[in-house]
Each structure stands twice: as C-alpha cells, then as structure tokens.
C-alpha cells in the first residue's frame, strides 16, 4: 500500500527523547530526566471533594457537551489570579485550553504557514519546537546569558528576519535552563516588539511556582497594544493529569484561537474545569502552591549543594528561583548523549540539551528536574552522576 | 498593528452555524438544532462512585502526567467491547484520543497539505469539514440515497481523482441524514478502497446506539489490508463532558497519530480515563446503552409520527435505525435558511442543511436531532414547525 502522508510528517522517526525517557523507567534508575511535578503534593483529598461537590450540583451538566471558550466561572478565577501577577484581563480575553500543549499547537496554527519564522530562546522548550514544527516553520535562536534572551541578538534577528511570525519567549525558570528573563530586558523585550511590530507569545507555566528571589511583572503587564499572548496551566500549581491551560490575549486572537479550537477537539473538558473551580472555591490555592514552593526550593538547594560538592569544577550550571528545572554545561568537548549512557550505566539518568536547539548543535549541555525526586534520591542520585563526571572530565 | 495569520485563516469569519445555534438558546425556544444526548440519562451516581474509586486507588497517577498512547486498562475495555462489533484488535492498535474531534484533527494533519482532496459523502459531518479545511484540503463530495454513499459515483471520483488522500465515510446512522451504508455497499467500498489504493477513516461515533433493524459489522470489519481508520467515542454511550474518543488502525497510521497527537496534547485527560474504565468495570454499560437506546426509540418514532401528521406530504424524510438525528428534504426551491428565521418566530430551531456540504448549494434541507427534547417537547415543538412548513409550502 502506497500510503501518502502529509509533507509534514516526511522527516517522521520515533522520538530521540521518547527512546531516553523510555530507558529511564528501570526502577534501578534514579532520574532527573523528566519534568513532573511532585506526585506527593497533589490534593488527592480536596480533589475527591470537588468530584463530589460538581456531581451532586450540576452532574449532568459536568458530563454533557460544553462551549469552547470554557466555563465562564474558572475563566473568572483565572482572571482573579491573574490580577495578583499584575495582569488586569477581562474575562472573554481568556479561554480555558487542553493543557499549555494545546495552546502552543493551536499557536502554530493560528500563525504558522511553511518556511514561516518563529524567533525562540536558545535552548528552548522542546514539545514547543515540536508543535511549532507541525507548521514546517523555520526557527531563529537568540543566545541566552543568565538574565535570559540576549537583546541586542533579538534586535539583530528582528532586522535580519522582518516578516518572522512572533517571538516565542518562557521568561520565567525557563525550560529547560531554568533562567529568568530580568526586568528590563522584560521592558526591552516589549520595545523592540512594538518597534518591530510583532507579537510575543509569552509562555509562563512555571511563574507561579517562584521561591526565591522577588516576583517580577509578565511581559503581558507591559503590552499596551494587545501584542503579547500569555500561556499558562493548572499542571504545575494543581494537576497536570487534568490538562487545564489557558491563553490570556487580546480578542484579534481570541477569536482565531476559539475558531481553531473548535475544529480541534470541540471544548477543554468540561468536568475538569468544574473540578478545577470548585477546588479553588473551596481551598486556598495560594496556600497549596506555598507549600509546592517549600519543597521544590529544598530540593533545589539540596542538588546545588551536591553540584558543589560532587561536581568537577570546570562546569556552569544554572541556579533557578523557580520552576522544575537547572541546567547544566560542561567544557565544550562533551557530548552529554554519550554522557547520558555512561550515566544510565551507573543508574542516573538526565536529558541530554541538543533537543532543546531547534537548529542543532550544542552538544555539551543537559537538564535537570528536582521537582519529581526525594531528597534521599537527590543525595544518591547526584552523587552518581559526580562520579561519572569526574571520570569522564578527568579524563 | 499587522498581524500575520496563517494562510488558513485567510476567508475566517465567525461560524455561520454558531449564529445559528447561539439564537437558538433562548427558553421560549423548542430547538432540534443541537446534537446533544439526553444529560437526563447520564450515569451521574456511577460516575462520582468511580471518581471515589479512582481517587481512592491510584490518586496520584490520575492527577500527574501520563502516556500520550492512553490509559492500557481503557484500551483494553474498548478492544474488548469492539469486539462485540465483529473487531479483533491488539491493544497496541488503539489509542485514546481527546473526543472524536481530535481523531478527525489528527487525521486532516497526518493526510493532508493545501490542495489535496478528500472524497466524503454529500452531505457530511460539518465539524469534520471544518477539522479537515484547517489543512487548506478540496473536497469531492459522492451523493447518497437511502443506502449510503452512492458506490457508482464513487468509482467514478476514484478514477477522476487518483491522488485522493483518503474517502472519510461515516457509515452508521450518519451525521446529518441519519443514513446507514448497507451491507452490500460496506464490501464494496472496501473493495473499491484496495483497487484505488486509498485509505478509509470510518467514523463511527453513533454505532453502538441502534434501536431499530440489525447490527451490521463495521467497514473496518472486512479490512484485510490495514487500510481502515477507525474512530469512535464515548460521547455517545458515557459522557461527551470527558472528551474521550478512540483511534483503532493499523500500526503504520497508529506510530503517526501518536507522533502527532504529542505535540497537540501531549495526552487527553487521565483522570477521565481512569473514571471511563472504573466505570465500565464496575456497572454493565450495554445496559445503560440499552436505556439510552429505549429512550431515543421513543424520541424518534414520536417524531416521525409528527412528521407524517404535521408537516405537508411533499416532502423527504429518513428514518434513522439508530443515533441522534434525522434530515427532512424541502422541494428545491425552498431555502431553509430563510425557514429558520421564519421557524426561530415560530420559536421552534432546527439547522439548515446548507454548512453540511463543503462545496455549497442544497439550500433545501435541514437537519432535526431528537435525543435532547422530552416527548412533550417534541410534540409541541413539531406542531410549530410543521405550521411554519404548512405556510411556506402553500403558499
């Protein structure tokens, strides 16, 4: 059978960080190789009494077909939160989305035609490139230092590249660095947008989860054109197993993101949503993401001080105020795929960075999550990979 | 500010059917438009006993990332129940989707680049007209008759468009007309399908709710070649508020769909999953299906009864032996459109026939769904419609 699939599948293979992921399962392994929120944390008991409230108030509306904008009572609470991340948004300005993943495939859609220009971070968040890359578009990368995108390299690509699409940009604990674009690159950021007439999509699923440091304005809080269209999600703050997004924008896009949705997958479930607010109507959400910030700040500060204590010298990493993630680089000699099998040898496993480089390359980098392991496991764990560090960098 | 959107947005406009369904709401109004089950018959108790279940048992996994593939113990249920629909599939072959929409969305992306045809029946499903035209496609639409899509014109359309990407047939109690492929035609399309060359998606979202004539294997049944897509859902049978669909096909689709419905979702909601199958485990769905299928018996045969009483004699109407909705057939001069302004006076909706057909014309039909009105309702609803019919027609 001659089957003819979409020009967009013709590079089609099996995912490289699929097959990783995949051997990082053995129980053998300690992993910092995915990116999963704390199992512990999550509100399996307040979740149980939301079911219950939504069934016995409005359970035939819970299960029967919804709108694809989303329930108008959990758009209104996202709104809420929003107001305390200086955000001021009307409600028909935000849709409740499956999951961030479903914003940034419906992102593509919406701007995204072959050959097309997205201008992204280098590294940047590989299941963005992926969605993006559905479009067949091409990627320009800006260089980061530890205060995020470099803007004079964005000013240059602006120049270079004046019919690119949009900017796409995680400015806080970005994935996978878990760097945070600073205050006024934030300001810059939305200058030369405005200057070079462009849209940023600013996507924040972590900003939430800050524990240290202090709270900085979005870019969406500097956006006095409707430029900037902001993503964030329940998955980091509640429950991922949900897929609860939303997309904060102005009603140019709105309208285009409602259109394309529908023919997506109708509405977000609906259950969920009614879970999600009922949960919020009942707890202190604030209080439950306090508590998600001790934990991930301990378990940050304990695998710092085993990159100290365990690491060669000559490295670079990342230090995060937030978010799941830090990033490691060793001398540019190493390629941390070969690494990572030596690593699974000794039973610890990371991501190694190349994914991360839409364009390729930059072989001598890997992520680390803290988020998903115990401290006992981080001690053991990290010590491992000291080990196989030293001997692969003494070497 | 010049934004720009991708060429696929270049002729969008607000939904001409959502107008129509968004008049439609009002409580005055007795409206056949929609294409909603009976909430009345959702399971509500079940569903929070299985929440508790769920919650209770693996509360963690429901709430954290999961596979994109779907949850293996709800994969397994589905192959066991198509099996009861004369289908043997490998669990692997299967895949939970977000609703149905996303099947026919991951289709359009996996099949489709700007230009390519798809053959379909005239008139077919508009929301998957509108998930295929979001991949710039052409359509070629076969007329049917009381027995399906039309074999002899399909054959012919193979022969004129040899580079079509696939035929997309809904064969049980179709969306709109409530028409079902005969028998002698289900192995004649396959036949057709391997002589041409051309893969089949079969969406059968309403198969499992037949009330009337005999159960008549799927399509997919008499595939010897893996060229058959199957989609299905639990819209129908459980609850659409989940949005829980199935992709059952063959290995060389199946690594695709997956491939692609990770960048889109990256997995549909676990927690739902885990519900559906704790559900399905715990209670005798076939018996809850045989309570929906008693009820929309009634539904239909009442409102077939109130076609022949009310409407006048010079019209067409189907008589559907399962799903959710039948399709009434004006004399060619009459534009339904304008009948549904006349009708929404009236206070009585229906959907005009016209979005249906992704090339335009056949102005003089419409489409009436009776799973969602009580038998009261009907009566009185089809007493309206039939004086807006009465007038239009004498005069």
């Keep these: 059978m001659a089957i003819q699939f979409s020009n967009r599948l013709k590079d089609f293979a099996p995912s490289e960080i699929g097959e990783i992921l ?56 996202i709104c809420e939160r929003m107001k305390a991340l200086d955000m001021e948004s009307p409600v028909e300005d935000v849709i409740i989305t499956t999951g961030s993943q479903q914003a940034l495939d419906l992102t593509g859609k919406i701007f995204l035609d072959e050959g097309d220009v997205v201008i992204c971070e280098s590294p940047t968040y590989l299941a963005a490139i992926n969605a993006f890359k559905t479009y067949q578009c091409k990627f320009v990368e800006i260089p980061m230092d530890d205060e995020g995108m470099s803007m004079v390299e964005l000013e240059k690509s602006l120049k270079e590249y004046p019919h690119a699409k949009f900017i796409y940009t995680i400015p806080d604990f970005q994935n996978p660095t878990g760097r945070t674009l600073s205050l006024e690159r934030r300001k810059k950021i939305i200058a030369l947008a405005n200057q070079y007439d462009i849209p940023i999509v600013e996507d924040n699923p972590y900003g939430a989860v800050r524990f240290a440091g202090e709270m900085l304005p979005p870019i969406k809080h500097f956006d006095t054109e409707g430029r900037v269209i902001y993503l964030s999600t329940f998955s980091k703050i509640f429950s991922p197993g949900l897929r609860l ?33 009922a949960y919020m109507e009942a707890v202190d959400i604030e209080g439950h993401i306090d508590k998600i910030k001790e934990v991930y700040k301990e378990r940050r500060n304990l695998m710092v001080d085993c990159i100290e204590r365990e690491f060669p010298k000559d490295i670079h990493y990342t230090t995060p105020e937030g978010g799941l993630f ?16 030596k690593a699974l040898k000794n039973n610890v496993a990371f991501v190694p960075g190349a994914p991360f480089y839409p364009n390729g390359g930059h072989k001598n980098a890997f992520r680390l999550n803290y988020s998903n392991m115990s401290n006992e496991k981080i001690l053991e764990g990290m010590k491992r990979l000291g080990d196989v560090l030293k001997e692969v960098l003494d070497a």
Tied chains: 1, 2.
């Design 245 to 277: 997004g939303w997309i904060y924008a102005a009603p140019h896009y709105i309208q285009r993101y409602i259109f394309l949705k529908e023919s997506t997958d109708l509405h977000s479930n609906i259950f969920s949503q009614m879970i999600t607010a």
């Design 326 to 341: 830090l990033w490691v680089e060793l001398p540019p000699q190493i390629d941390t795929k070969e690494l990572f099998y």
């Design 22 to 77: 995949e051997v990082t399962q053995k129980p053998e392994i300690i992993s910092f190789a995915g990116g999963l929120p704390a199992p512990e944390l999550f509100p399996i008991e307040d979740v149980k009494q939301a079911c219950k409230t939504v069934l016995e108030n409005q359970g035939a509306a819970a299960l029967q077909y919804s709108t694809t904008e989303g329930y108008i009572p959990l758009r209104k609470q």
